[in-house]
């Protein structure tokens, strides 16, 4: 059953809008533009098509930056791997460098005592 209703005071400025806007978009009457309107509120829960896009959207966003938390973490935890690598491997050349010149200082320590 279809129920009827009064909205009151509506301010002038708004209501020649709302009646610009009937005209604009060829509604066959003031009542039908209305009707049209209040459908879009129930349909919309309350919201205008461009909450609802919002919505959407910086639910998209908060989705995205989920997704590039997660990647920037694990790049942090590969960049802390090859940190910790680098350092065994920096402290595995410098002891044989220092290997070699051992080497090196006990070739020429033999040769200058005529063992070599």
Do not use: C
């Not at 610009?20 to 060829?26: F, S, T, Y």
């Not at 609802?52 to 997660?70: G, S």
């Amino acid at each position: 059953m279809a129920k009827n209703f009064i909205i009151r005071n509506v301010p002038e400025n708004v209501f020649s809008q709302l009646q610009m806007m009937e005209k604009e978009h060829d509604y066959p009457s003031f009542n039908e533009f209305m009707l049209a309107q209040v459908q879009r509120i129930v349909e919309n829960n309350g919201l205008d098509l461009y909450d609802n896009q919002f919505a959407e959207t910086l639910a998209d966003i908060k989705e995205q930056q989920k997704k590039i938390l997660d990647l920037l973490l694990k790049n942090e935890i590969k960049l802390l791997a090859f940190s910790a690598k680098q350092d065994i491997i920096e402290e595995l050349t410098v002891d044989w460098l220092r290997f070699m010149d051992d080497v090196d200082a006990l070739a020429a320590e033999r040769q200058a005592r005529g063992d070599g």
